[in-house]
Structure formats: C-alpha cells, structure tokens
C-alpha cells in the first residue's frame, strides 16, 4: 500500500483530553458504524474531539450561520477507536469486493486483492496501533462532516460520504462543470466550498481525497498546514470532567 505523504511526519503530543461534543452541533444518527456493528466498547461514546478540536469545530458552526443561518454542520463520524477502523477497513474491502465479483477466499486472485486494498487505501487509513502512525479519526482530531438545513436534512454535495471513487475528491465538480457547464454540478462544487471554507477559516486541514473530511493538529494537518509537527496522537481516554458550554449563535 502506497504510504500517505503526513504519515512519518513527527508527533508532540499535547495531551488534550477527549471530551463530548454538545448536542448543539447536529449529528446524523444512528452512527453509521455502530449500526454496521462495529466492535465499539460497552458504552463508548463516538462522538467526543480533543478540546481544541471541538473548540474549533464550534467556531466553524459560527462562521457557517453568518455566511447562511439557514444551515448548520451536520456531523457523521468523529473520534474512532481503532479497533473500530479496523472493522471498517476491512468492512470496506469485502463490499469492494462483493460489487465487484471478487471472491475473496480464492488465493488466485491476489493481483486484485492489492488493487482493492490500494484503492481502499486512498480513503481509509491503515488500521494500526503503531504510536508513529495513527490513523486520523483515532486521534480525536478529524471529523467527517456535511451541510444539513435547520430541520436535520442533509444536502446534497454531490456524493455519499464513505464512497470509493473519483467524486469524493473535493474539487471533483469544480472541474467537471467548468468543461461541461452544469447547474447541478455547480451547485454541488459551491456547496463543498462552503464547507470547506467555513472549516478552513477555523483552522482545519482537508484530506485530499475526501470532501467531507476535516482536522486539526492531527499529521494530515501537519502536512497540510506545513507544521513542524502534530499534536495529536492516537487516543483512548475520554474526560467527564471537561464540558463545553452551549454556543450562542446571533439570531
């Protein structure tokens, strides 16, 4: 599997506790992984962020009411154990696999295998417990996001988030409606700049490969950023003791 360009960048980790993210920031429920099965602890919680990650996330919803007060971030997927990536690494692999006619227990196929693994690769990080190279949503600092109205209706930026292919790329419509002309594509392009945009003047980082992914202090953002060194490493430790107060937004 090709290795991601952040993946040996350097980790000083700051220790920021992981704490619950307020009900104020909408969530699309169920979670998608837990309704998959994925092994989550006894009462684990996924929706929690390192505090400066939740702090940042909560300045993003700000600048998104100013720019549009009838729409607000709606969150799909934040911290993930990595036991969890784990299961939808490989969860991801055999659905590639079933769409694709691939038996996976025929060891002839093996060329196609890689090609599976490598292109799952490219959107989901290596599950692995090495404290050198955690995957991003383990950290506590990346969060998988979209646009929704004030009712809870996701819209509609082009693509499912979690899809294998060329349309999660963040400016995968930018570049289709300026050769072909498209209302539709337009709009899509303008709705994943506004996203990116609002996350961005927070001080989040982009994955190059995903609209909806955004971190900060974790090694993509490092990368991306052009920091010395990230400030998140993988974590498991969840603070009760630590809350946010609810974010007031002018009306």
């Given at each position: 599997?090709?290795?991601?360009?952040?993946?040996?960048?350097?980790?000083?980790?700051?220790?920021?506790?992981?704490?619950?993210?307020?009900?104020?920031?909408?969530?699309?429920?169920?979670?998608?992984?837990?309704?998959?099965?994925?092994?989550?602890?006894?009462?684990?919680?996924?929706?929690?962020?390192?505090?400066?990650?939740?702090?940042?996330?909560?300045?993003?919803?700000?600048?998104?009411?100013?720019?549009?007060?009838?729409?607000?971030?709606?969150?799909?997927?934040a911290w993930r154990p990595i036991s969890?990536?784990?299961?939808?690494?490989n969860y991801t692999i055999q659905e590639?696999?079933?769409?694709?006619?691939?038996?996976?227990?025929?060891?002839?196929?093996?060329?196609?295998?890689?090609?599976?693994?490598?292109?799952?690769?490219?959107?989901?990080?290596?599950?692995?417990?090495?404290?050198?190279?955690?995957?991003?949503?383990?950290?506590?600092?990346?969060?998988?996001?979209?646009?929704?109205?004030?009712?809870?209706?996701?819209?509609?930026?082009?693509?499912?988030?979690?899809?294998?292919?060329?349309?999660?790329?963040?400016?995968?419509?930018?570049?289709?409606?300026?050769?072909?002309?498209?209302?539709?594509?337009?709009?899509?392009?303008?709705?994943?700049?506004?996203?990116?945009?609002?996350?961005?003047?927070?001080?989040?980082?982009?994955?190059?490969?995903?609209?909806?992914?955004?971190?900060?202090g974790d090694q993509l953002w490092s990368?991306?950023?052009?920091?010395?060194?990230?400030?998140?490493?993988?974590?498991?430790?969840?603070?009760?003791?630590?809350?946010?107060?609810?974010?007031?937004?002018?009306?």
């Amino acid at each position: 599997m090709k290795l991601k360009p952040w993946i040996n960048l350097k980790i000083n980790e700051c220790n920021e506790p992981l704490i619950s993210i307020p009900e104020s920031i909408f969530r699309l429920t169920p979670h998608p992984y837990m309704s998959l099965g994925a092994p989550y602890l006894t009462g684990s919680d996924p929706w929690v962020l390192r505090l400066g990650v939740l702090k940042r996330l909560i300045q993003a919803q700000q600048y998104l009411f100013e720019k549009n007060p009838h729409l607000q971030l709606a969150l799909f997927d934040a911290w993930r154990p990595i036991s969890v990536q784990k299961f939808m690494f490989n969860y991801t692999i055999q659905e590639i696999c079933r769409s694709k006619g691939i038996d996976i227990h025929n060891l002839s196929l093996d060329v196609d295998m890689a090609d599976v693994i490598e292109e799952v690769g490219r959107f989901w990080a290596k599950p692995t417990y090495n404290p050198l190279t955690p995957p991003p949503h383990s950290t506590g600092a990346a969060i998988d996001l979209t646009l929704a109205d004030m009712n809870g209706k996701p819209l509609d930026l082009g693509g499912e988030i979690d899809f294998i292919g060329p349309e999660s790329t963040p400016d995968f419509y930018k570049n289709k409606y300026s050769i072909i002309p498209s209302t539709r594509n337009q709009i899509f392009h303008c709705r994943r700049s506004l996203l990116f945009s609002v996350m961005e003047r927070a001080g989040f980082a982009q994955h190059p490969n995903e609209w909806w992914h955004f971190s900060y202090g974790d090694q993509l953002w490092s990368w991306v950023r052009k920091k010395k060194n990230a400030i998140y490493g993988a974590s498991q430790e969840v603070s009760k003791d630590i809350t946010l107060s609810e974010p007031s937004f002018v009306t």
